[in-house]
């Protein structure tokens, strides 16, 4: 009797998978373009977008208290210092709610003087690697992140035009990765489709067939 090619056990469910996700392909556009407008917004320098970074914060300050009390909860030692980390988590989340503009300075002041200090580092950790390919590159972003992180100190007010900057341009980066990703998600079964036809081109003939009767 004649044979029928047997599926392989991995290629239907991998398809189903595929047309399942691809199906929320809008969801990424959606989020992109989301992301994209913000980064736009939070670059206008709007008042509104300004306190709505500092509300930004401290829901990432809450959750990352809330965070902190669960891993307390599975601590077999030292879990007064996961507390006290949830405690302050939560603090400082609704201190942004509260006052949201002195948030927004204090964490800006914060960033200015972690761009300096991690500009020393890479420039340190650049010059013990000189005999590695590209060492000069780490030399090279050490450099930008001091100029920056000194830029924003030496004059009040600029740490707070500086964090919006790097948020502004890292929402928009990010938003025009997601579109990308969308359209990539949106061929996600035709891309499984052409890398099961190759792998079944490249099959030793009478490998998957069944056993004839």
């Known amino acids: 009797m004649p044979t029928r090619e047997a599926p392989m056990g991995g290629e239907a469910p991998a398809m189903e998978v595929a047309e399942s996700v691809s199906k929320l392909w809008w969801l990424y556009l959606a989020a992109g373009v989301v992301w994209t407008l913000y980064g736009m917004l939070i670059l206008s ?14 829901i990432a300050f809450i959750l990352g208290g809330i965070s902190q009390f669960m891993q307390a909860s599975r601590a077999d030692s030292w879990r007064w210092l996961w507390i006290v980390g949830g ?10 709610f509260v006052w949201p503009g002195p948030t927004l300075f204090v964490l800006s002041v914060f960033v200015a003087w972690y761009l ?13 690697s000189v005999r590695r390919n590209l060492w000069w590159v780490g030399l090279i972003i050490g450099a ?17 035009l500086l964090l919006v900057n790097l948020i502004g341009i890292g929402m928009i980066l990010y938003g025009v990765t997601e579109i990308f990703a969308a359209f990539s998600v949106r061929k996600l079964p035709e891309l499984v489709g052409e890398a099961q036809a190759t792998r079944g081109r490249g099959r030793i003939p009478g490998q998957g067939r069944s056993a004839p009767a």
């Open 144 to 160: 930008l992140e001091i100029v920056l992180g000194m830029w924003a100190i030496s004059s009040p007010g600029r740490e707070v």
């Open 116 to 128: 300096v200090i991690s500009g020393i580092f890479t420039i340190v950790a650049s010059l013990a």
């Open 45 to 58: 320098l709007r008042p509104a977008a300004l306190v709505s970074l500092a509300i930004l914060a401290g």
């Open 87 to 96: 405690i302050l988590g939560i603090a400082a989340g609704i201190v942004a």
